[in-house]
């Protein structure tokens, strides 16, 4: 049975760093890309960031460009989310997701959350003075 669990959400000042992780079961090279994202208070669920597990290729949502750091690390079978210079509009639960190969190559559509098929819990983090 495949999981996915994220650890990592709390509360952050803004202008604040965070770091999330996914823990993913078995290994993250069993899929092809992993992704996070996030549904924040009153919206629908968006894509922040996703990797591809071979090659390390990553997308970023505009919003979060330059800000936030995908990661994976085979030895621990995780995918860290870095995130910086946070703000209140990151204020979200955030979720990661495993999505087996649907395309002959790797591109920003694995920002969205038809391409996944596997769903972590979730971990909240909320950006607050």
């Known amino acids: 049975q495949v999981q996915l669990v994220e650890s990592g959400g709390g509360l952050v000042q803004p202008g604040g760093s965070l770091t999330l992780s996914c823990a993913v079961s078995?290994?993250?090279?069993?899929?092809?890309?992993i992704g996070w994202f996030r549904r924040a208070p009153g919206k629908e669920r968006e894509g922040v960031s996703c990797?591809?597990?071979?090659?390390?290729?990553?997308y970023h949502a505009t919003s979060v460009k330059g800000r936030f750091t995908i990661s994976r690390e085979y030895a621990k079978n995780t995918v860290d989310l870095q995130m910086h210079n946070l703000d209140s509009d990151d204020t979200a639960i955030y979720y990661c997701?495993?999505?087996?190969?649907?395309?002959?190559?790797?591109?920003?559509?694995?920002?969205?959350?038809?391409?996944?098929?596997?769903w972590g819990q979730g971990t909240q983090v909320t950006v607050s003075s």
């Open positions: 997701a495993a999505a087996p190969r649907r395309s002959p190559f790797f591109y920003d559509r694995y920002l969205e959350e038809t391409m996944y098929d596997y």
């Open positions: 078995g290994s993250i090279l069993d899929y092809y890309a």
């Open positions: 990797i591809s597990t071979s090659h390390g290729n990553t």
